[in-house]
């Protein structure tokens, strides 16, 4: 089972940017899709973006879609999502998942198919 670890949260301006990474440990981390998943208060998770382990594709929301980039490294088992434009709707704690074994992102994210979460960092984006 990999274990998670995200960083590189804060408080940031409109437009400003940030990028997230996500540290796992555990032997099979490139045997995994990685999503992102964020939280607001009082909303539903949702699914941000995911990155593939076999051939490296990727999936992002439309919310994000332009704006984010998800990408991989597996020699040091990390994961990086850098976010650019930001803005309020934004703010949200931020979560980093493993995909089950046979997962690979398509055209939806659903915390069903994750089976192994981080602890979260904030993302709070304010003038």
């Known amino acids: 089972q990999v274990q998670l670890v995200e960083s590189g949260g804060g408080l940031v301006q409109p437009g400003g940017s940030l990028r997230l990474s996500c540290a796992a440990s555990g032997s099979t981390f490139d045997h995994h899709a990685i999503g992102w998943f964020r939280q607001a208060p009082g909303k539903e998770r949702e699914g941000v973006s995911c990155?593939?382990?076999?051939?490296?594709?990727?999936y992002y929301a439309d919310s994000v879609k332009g704006r984010f980039t998800i990408s991989r490294d597996n020699a040091r088992s990390t994961v990086y999502l850098q976010m650019n434009s930001l803005n309020t709707e934004d703010t949200a704690v931020y979560f980093c998942?493993?995909?089950?074994?046979?997962?690979?992102?398509?055209?939806?994210?659903?915390?069903?198919?994750?089976?192994?979460w981080g602890q979260g960092t904030q993302v709070t984006v304010s003038s």
């Open positions: 998942a493993s995909g089950g074994p046979m997962y690979y992102c398509s055209d939806a994210m659903y915390s069903v198919d994750f089976s192994s």
């Open positions: 990155i593939n382990r076999s051939d490296g594709s990727t």
